[in-house]
């Protein structure tokens, strides 16, 4: 750290800004062009080793020399400046850019994509998708035509046209903030307030206790209770639910966990039922978890029906399995741009370097080293580091501090940028090329926070 | 055109993608690198006059050389690698970016932008802001905090937490796909169907029938009945609308115009009610109605409360001016990217380009010139080119066809691409930089088509 933070430069800047933009969530005004992979700098020139990478969507380093080349290319310029409607008018080599990039990610049983622009619409589009099945499904299947009560109620947002049906989610979870995924978002007020929502249900999510192994029995009975309240709320709510969607693990929401048994009986659930089941993956897909996708961690028996996407892939979109997925009609699902293929290109990039540098498997290796040295921690100071979570799951480790937000400014006066989460969770989110000499540096800067704690 | 159309290569292109995306709504496969200018050319090197312009959003042409400067500059690669979290980790260029791009571009009175990432959610972000800032003023100003009531009923999305309120829009009017922007959405059914909606209410938009001159009288009724409702849905609907919302010029709904006039009662209106008035501009922006927007025609006494903008600008968002816009705490208008630096610069490029060659002036010059031809081929064909309108309006011109369809496909095998939008109107969606001689081009293969229908 050069200066106090935040620093003269920083404040110059943040002034100027604010005269155009909003900036009170501002939390580091950044010099992008001077950081360098793990390590972020400030407008003062101060170097923060950065463990929130923007809120957990830097996948590779900043300055990754091989986005670089991706990004100088004349494939790139051509994303750029000659943007498609990709729904009409698809390049030729669209098809080539999703089958080596996107598609190449794709989880198993799941070999189609809708392309979008972020986690909110991606999470959308998916519920139009459930919607439209559904709906579908009611009617005879894909070859059974709207009624003409259907077409014109809905042009009065009205039913059956625009139907009495829902998305369940969890409370606790964060599916984004526009209307419809706000409506499935369950984090916290200030993301809800005074916004109109959809009735639609929630259920509770697994509240585990820590350290797990001391509360097997009472863990294993939340756990059930919130299946049971799933499978209630599904035969009993108003608005019947078209899909659930759940985080593998919530984010926004505080890092909260459950076991891959819970997410097999869920899938399982969802499929007696007939209700779809959305994982959405937004913040712990791309490799975080030490799996590729977090939901590999369960063991499913047959795929979700759809997984979101966006984030550290720095594209989006869903990807889908069921034909029937695809709406019966064309313009259903679409819209002008459909994604971006700059972005598609750039997720392309970021996965020949996960898979040139085996950064999956780096980050399972680094995590689980880094959770053990947490643990050493936690029983050294265990009010600032209680319910640590995360064990087996790559990087993607939190634990609850009374002090948070005290916690994480500390640390970044102390040159480490840390993300909050929920009530009272600091979450570590770095990025995947992060290595055992990171974690011994956030390591320590972690000790001398607990200590001036 | 060398081949058919659609030709061999772009038959097995097509086929290829549609193993991984939804075809059904293609129309040209493109071949982006090959095309320039004003002209799109195809998977087997057909080539065609564009005047749809990847549904109305291509600005300046296809490779465009100031664009692919700005494309393979230094910046440009940061923005592409680097992406930051702009809410909470901007970069000490972005006011600058801003100041230099995207708000140098805003309309008149209105200094302040929320960036988005496409029309949706630039639309729904201004929704949020409408709902917020009606229910501060509510509760008695930016200084009075929630109800604890508020707070926890936000989070089952039921009132007072998730208000019941409303956006009022106009049958015929778009603004969107996901789930608050579709609520307003009244374009077809095919949007809408099997999708939940808001019971938000819609006013009929005039309906004016051309030439205007000769049905003044009965235009000036439809202004003024529609007006009428709007303020009876104002003071009646059951979830009172703390915003409305309107296009320039209803667009994907069938190129529906008004007078300024109807505008100027209809902001007036608002204002009396105490309602938000938001321009949608996401189609009409950047300066295809011979004005930079379009809602500069109608010489308003005060602003727009917010203008949304995307498709031309390559940037998405919307501009406002009152501070109250600015919801009282952070985190509460928010998201991930918020936006995106990439499409920043390429609009601060683009309105360089618009500048230096002039080129809205263009565009109302070869408007009036399109338009004056196309009063001839009216005159000649008018079961063809019926109710042609937007004289004085850039190129931003339609008719009717009662065979539109066929009139768009047969077009196209002569080697014009041309939208169609509404029941049968088709679009005239021109770049910026359309000359005198491609509207020679286009009105030959016009004149062509209504001969062989």
């Given at each position: 750290m050069k200066t106090d933070f935040p620093g003269p430069e920083s404040q110059r800047f943040a002034k100027e800004l604010n005269q155009v933009f909003d900036t009170r969530a501002l939390n580091i005004l950044a010099d992008y062009k001077s950081s360098k992979g793990n390590y972020l700098v400030d407008g003062d020139g101060n170097v923060f080793l950065d463990v929130f990478a923007q809120i957990a969507s830097i996948p590779i380093g900043y300055n990754n020399p091989e986005l670089a080349k991706a990004a100088a290319t004349t494939d790139m310029v051509d994303a750029i400046i000659n943007r498609p409607a990709l729904g009409n008018f698809p390049s030729k080599e669209w098809a080539g850019i999703l089958k080596s990039g996107i598609l190449k990610a794709a989880p198993r049983g799941l070999d189609n994509v809708f392309t979008a622009m972020a986690g909110s619409d991606a999470n959308e589009t998916a519920y139009k998708a459930a919607f439209m099945y559904r709906r579908q499904r009611e009617r005879g299947g894909q070859d059974a035509d709207f009624t003409a009560q259907e077409l014109s109620s809905s042009m009065d947002n009205t039913a059956p046209g625009s139907p009495d049906l829902s998305i369940l989610s969890f409370k606790g979870g964060f599916h984004g903030r526009l209307f419809g995924s706000l409506s499935t978002?369950?984090?916290?007020?200030i993301h809800k307030v005074d916004i109109p929502a959809f009735n639609w249900p929630q259920a509770p999510f697994p509240q585990l206790r820590y350290p797990l192994e001391q509360h097997a029995a009472e863990n294993e009975a939340s756990e059930q209770a919130s299946l049971s309240e799933v499978d209630r709320l599904i035969r009993t709510w108003p608005l019947p639910p078209a899909a659930i969607i759940v985080e593998p693990i919530q984010s926004e929401g505080g890092d909260n966990h459950a076991s891959p048994s819970y997410f097999r009986q869920l899938r399982a659930l969802a499929a007696r039922h007939g209700v779809l089941f959305i994982v959405d993956e937004v913040q712990t897909g791309v490799g975080a978890t030490g799996r590729f996708w977090a939901h590999e961690h369960w063991d499913l028996d047959s795929p979700p029906d759809m997984v979101t996407f966006s984030k550290k892939a720095q594209a989006a979109g869903f990807y889908y399995g069921l034909?029937?997925?695809?709406?019966?009609?064309?313009?259903?699902?679409?819209?002008?741009?459909?994604?971006?293929p700059v972005r598609a290109l750039l997720f392309r990039a970021i996965l020949a370097e996960i898979e040139r540098l085996d950064l999956v498997a780096n980050t399972a290796r680094v995590g689980d080293y880094l959770y053990s040295r947490l643990e050493v921690l936690a029983a050294r100071y265990p009010a600032h580091f209680a319910n640590l979570r995360g064990k087996g799951?790559?990087?993607?480790i939190s634990f609850d501090s009374p002090k948070r937000d005290q916690f994480v400014a500390t640390a970044k006066k102390l040159g480490v940028n840390i993300g909050g989460c929920g009530a009272e969770a600091v979450r570590l989110r770095p990025m995947?090329?992060?290595q055992e000499k990171h974690a011994d540096i956030l390591l320590d800067v972690l000790e001398k926070v607990a200590k001036s704690l």
């Open positions: 978002t369950r984090s916290k007020p034909p029937a997925l695809r709406p019966n009609k064309p313009y259903r699902q679409f819209n002008t741009w459909m994604g971006d799951q790559g990087t993607f995947l090329i992060f």
